[in-house]
């Protein structure tokens, strides 16, 4: 199974992937930065576009649940017995 590093370009609530080694990428990022996108942080490979999106997603929900959980440490280690 061929497998590729994809990117991600975020706007609002929407989310694209591209691969990084797609002839295209290089125009599109510029167009897309140029739209009002941001360049998301995280990077995964992927069999295809479908498989990057559930990793993206899969990893927004573990950060998300990171979060909470530091956040609740916090409120503990703050309280008093």
Same mark, same amino acid.
């Given at each position: 199974m061929h497998t590729e590093r994809y990117l991600? %370009? %975020?706007k609002g609530r929407l989310i694209m992937a591209q691969p990084l080694a797609a002839p295209e990428t290089g125009e599109l990022l510029i167009s897309l930065l140029q739209q009002g996108f941001v360049l998301a942080p995280l990077q995964v490979w992927a069999s295809d576009t479908e498989q990057a999106l559930a990793c993206y997603e899969a990893g927004a929900q573990r950060q998300a649940l990171a979060a909470s959980l530091s956040? &609740?440490?916090? %409120? %503990? &280690?703050? &309280?008093?017995p």
């Open positions: 991600f %370009l %975020l956040g &609740a440490e916090s %409120l %503990l &280690a703050g &309280a008093t």
